[in-house]
């Protein structure tokens, strides 16, 4: 199905353009895809925009934790803008070409976005290891200067890490095809693309993976594991039960960021019989989470909830 770019010197023939074709093997019908994305994305703004403003305004909520959830509300808007203008321009315009430096600039905010929230996960997942393990020092050690420090070596490392990811790309020869079968210009599927070896894209696609997601991962597993032990130790259920509630939330969010990864990585390597199923599934974790993690914790957090009925002027009680 690819569209041959030949010529008659065909190894240092390039294109200059590449041709998203969105979701592969449904193209006739997948326009119908457009309004529940343009919906999940519309949604995730308003929902994100909200956090932002309620967090901003109600003075109760100037705590770390509630800083980091807006630090992630700007990551999850960043993430779902850097793709979902493309996409709905392909399935309702049929714009579907899209320049080399724009693939490889996509590519590259799409892995700084992703790396970035995982990071934030981490951050939120050490200020309550703290507030439960350490409760006493909790107002010394996550202080605003922490916030700030975290986010700011988060943002160094997720901007530094995965430059070498377009760099790589860019540098391969695309002389054959230029028709990537997917919605957004992933590594796998730009590259795939290369008439020459790709296997080093590969072999650092892995090492990056392996460096920011299992090493963040990890450190989030060691957090829950020391809160765990702690809350064991407690002699009221109720204590145990409360301490255990202000991690829900976070627990929900961490669970569907890293399954749903998890899971395309399998798909991806299996080369499923119907395609469009990783693709779908990658296109909806960059534009569920920013609809999702506003309303988890609108939904688990007491305090949110309330100062969004504030902000929203409704007179409601939460219990």
Known sequence: MFQ??????????QVSEFILMGFPGIHSWQHWLSLPLALLYLLGLGANILILTTIYEEANLHQPMYHFLGILAVVDMGLATTIMPKILAIL???AKAISLPECFAQMYAIHCFVAMESGIF???A???YVAICQPLRYPSIVTDSFVIKATLFMAVRNSLCPISVPVLAAQRNYCLHNQIEHCLCSNLGVTSLSCDDRKINSINQIFLAWLIMGSDLCLIIVSYALILRSVLKLNSKEAASKALNTCTSHLILILF???VIVVISITHSAGMELPFIPVLL????NVIPPALNPMVYAIKNKELRQGLCKVLGLNIKGK
């Open 122 to 124: 981490v951050c939120m």
């Open 282 to 285: 990658n296109v909806l974790h």
């Open 4 to 13: 041959d770019v030949k010529d008659s010197n065909s190894s240092q023939f």
């Open 257 to 259: 960021f890293y399954t």
């Open 126 to 128: 050490i200020d309550r």
């Open 92 to 94: 309702w315009f049929s």
